[in-house]
């Protein structure tokens, strides 16, 4: 196990726990820190449930896959959770939740706008984690026009659509609410 040191001013001194922690607890220079814990976005559609995940950082999103359901009922939010609990075992602590909400190019809601949101609301529930919902408008034309450049065959591309999307949706959050850089006061 290497061993973390902290400058500070003039000194150098051993640390002990996480550098996070460290970083957190010293005060020297730290503008922010985000923490390290996984975000999972979510795509619902009324038959598949599109998942992404972010790195530990909260900077980049990636797919993570597709839970097939039969509607928006209460088996539905059994699935999604059963796969948030299995990743958190994974990879560790999911931080929060973010849930694509539908809708129109004018801003207004759709049909499926008031399901996504309280599918939501049970989602966070049950995941015992905050849900935040992302404008998911024309993200499945993005994740279908990225997925085209690499796949040719549509039913491939079909099958792995929603957890781009996820992806697309989760990314779009992150960058909208990424942390300020960590700034050392000695350099800047």
């Not at 040191?5 to 996070?20: A, H, M, Y």
């Not at 995940?53 to 509607?71: C, F, H, I, N």
């Not at 075992?89 to 706008?113: F, H, K, Q």
Request: one cysteine or more; glycine letters at 6%; proline letters at 3%.
């Amino acid at each position: 196990m290497s061993q973390v040191f902290l400058r500070q001013r003039d000194s150098v001194e051993p640390c002990q726990g996480t550098l996070v922690d460290t970083l957190a607890r010293s005060g020297c220079g730290v503008a922010s820190i985000k923490a390290h814990m996984r975000v999972v976005g979510v795509d619902v559609g009324t038959r598949r449930i599109g998942l992404a995940v972010s790195d530990p950082s909260g900077t980049l999103s990636r797919p993570l896959g597709v839970v097939m359901v039969a509607a928006l009922d209460a088996t539905a939010v059994t699935a999604v959770t059963e796969r948030v609990r299995a990743l958190a075992e994974e990879d560790g602590r999911i931080a929060s939740l973010v849930v694509g909400l539908p809708r129109r190019l004018n801003g207004r809601p759709t049909d499926m706008t008031a399901r996504v949101e309280a599918f939501g609301r049970r989602l966070a529930e049950a995941c015992g984690v905050a849900v935040h919902f992302q404008d998911e408008r024309l993200s499945s034309h993005e994740a279908e026009t990225r997925l085209a450049l690499r796949e040719k065959d549509w039913r491939v591309r079909k099958q792995q659509l929603d957890a781009m999307s996820a992806a697309i949706i989760l990314q779009d959050y992150l960058d909208l609410h990424a942390a300020s850089p960590v700034v050392d006061e000695d350099l800047a």
